[in-house]
T-cell receptor, first 114, second 120 residues
C-alpha cells in the first residue's frame, strides 16, 4: 500500500536561512512524487514533481526537491526562506502501476520568522 | 483555480441527513478525486474516479458514496451524515500522465477551493 510520512509537524526557520521539509514514502513500483502548498483558507497549489530523470527537481517560488531512491525520500528545500513562504506543505505520492490514487502526507507547517 | 468549482462552499447539516457535494470541472481531465482535510491527518482520499462511471475507494470511504455520470461532474454523497464527517472537503482533478499526441499530459492534481461541512 502507498504511504507518505512527513516526520515534522512544524518547521521553524529564520528569514534568509535555508529550509528543508522532509518527506519519505512507500509505494510499489516507480513513484510519482509531488509537493503542494496550502495558504490559509485556500485549496492546495502544486509546487513541483518528480516523475523520472534528474533527482533534483526545481519548482515554483524558488523551491526544489531531491529524490533519493535508496532512502525513499523526497525532501523539499529552498536556499533562502521568505516570510511569505510560511504555509502548510504537503508531500504526495502516486504509484506508477495503475489506479492513479494520490496519497498525501499529514502536512508540515512552515513558519519563517523575520 | 484551474476550472474547478465546488458547491456548496459552506454547509451546516443535521446528523442523519443526506448531503451531496458537487465538483464541476471545465478542464476535461480524466481523473477526479475527493479528499477530506482534518487537523493532524492532512488530506485523506475518500474516493476517486478514472472515468465516467468508473470509481474506486480511497483510504476513508466508509459512509461516503460517489457518482460520475459526466466527465465534468463528480458528486460526493454522505448517506447519513455524522459528526465525524465534519471536515473540509476538497475536490481535485488530474490528467493522469501519458501523452495526448505530442503533448505530455499533466500528472499533478489541481484542487478546488474546498467545502466546509459541519454536521451538528
Amino acid at each position: 500500500a502507498q504511504s507518505v510520512a512527513q516526520p515534522e509537524d512544524q518547521v521553524n526557520v529564520a528569514e534568509g536561512n535555508p529550509l528543508t521539509v522532509k518527506c519519505t514514502y512507500s509505494v510499489s513500483g516507480n513513484p510519482y512524487l509531488f509537493w503542494y502548498v496550502q495558504y490559509p483558507n485556500r485549496g492546495l497549489q502544486f509546487l513541483l514533481k518528480y516523475i523520472t530523470g534528474d533527482n533534483l527537481v526545481k519548482g515554483s517560488y524558488g523551491f526544489e526537491a531531491e529524490f533519493n531512491k535508496s532512502q525513499t525520500s523526497f525532501h523539499l528545500k529552498k536556499p533562502s526562506a521568505l516570510v511569505s513562504d510560511s504555509a502548510l506543505y504537503f508531500c504526495a505520492v502516486r504509484a506508477n502501476t495503475g489506479g492513479f490514487k494520490t496519497i498525501f502526507g499529514a502536512g508540515t507547517r512552515l513558519f519563517v520568522k523575520a | 483555480d484551474a476550472g474547478i468549482t465546488q458547491s456548496p462552499r459552506h454547509k451546516v447539516t443535521e446528523t442523519g441527513t443526506p448531503v451531496t457535494l458537487r465538483c464541476h470541472q471545465t478542464e476535461n481531465h480524466r481523473y477526479m478525486y475527493w479528499y477530506r482535510q482534518d487537523p493532524g491527518h492532512g488530506l485523506r482520499l475518500i474516493h476517486y474516479s478514472y472515468g465516467v462511471k468508473d470509481t474506486d475507494k480511497g483510504e476513508v470511504s466508509d459512509g461516503y458514496s460517489v457518482s460520475r455520470s459526466k466527465t465534468e461532474d463528480f458528486l460526493l454523497t454522505l448517506e447519513s451524515a455524522t459528526s465525524s464527517q465534519t471536515s473540509v472537503y476538497f475536490c481535485a482533478i488530474s490528467e493522469g500522465g501519458g501523452r495526448a499526441g505530442n503533448r505530455p499530459r499533466n500528472t499533478e492534481a489541481f484542487f478546488g477551493q474546498g467545502t466546509r461541512l459541519t454536521v451538528v
